[in-house]
């Protein structure tokens, strides 16, 4: 009788053994698969935040530039403009100094 209890009791442990070997093996394959999954994540993450970044970076570039032409445009202006005041300013001051004379 202890025989066949000491036969059962060994085939319990090997029937125990072989399940946590199983549960063992398939916990790593899920987390491999899990951690695998996780890093193409992040790698995609990674590869949109840095195609969002290089966007942003040119349309930054390009509304600088805009910004710079803007300016250059509004500097000759304001020149002209000056140029043009000043140049009606002695017109004035000219015809204001034929009208005193005559």
């Known amino acids: 009788m202890k025989s066949q209890q000491l036969q059962f009791q060994e085939q319990r442990i090997t029937e125990l053994s072989r399940q946590l070997e199983d549960t063992i093996k398939?916990?790593?394959e899920?987390?491999?698969?899990?951690?695998e999954?996780?890093?193409?994540?992040?790698?995609?993450?990674?590869t949109r935040v840095t195609a969002e970044?290089?966007?942003?970076e040119v349309?930054?570039?390009?509304?600088?530039?805009?910004?710079?032409?803007?300016?250059?445009?509004?500097?000759?202006?304001?020149?002209?403009?000056?140029r043009e005041r000043a140049v009606l300013a002695e017109k004035c001051?000219?015809?204001?100094?034929?009208?005193?004379?005559?």
């Open 53 to 56: 970044k290089e966007a942003v």
């Open 26 to 28: 398939r916990y790593e």
């Open 59 to 82: 349309k930054y570039d390009q509304k600088r530039k805009a910004l710079k032409e803007i300016e250059t445009n509004l500097a000759k202006v304001t020149a002209s403009m000056e």
């Open 30 to 35: 899920r987390l491999r698969n899990e951690r």
């Open 93 to 102: 001051s000219t015809l204001e100094t034929q009208l005193k004379e005559s």
């Open 37 to 46: 999954e996780l890093i193409r994540d992040s790698q995609d993450k990674v």
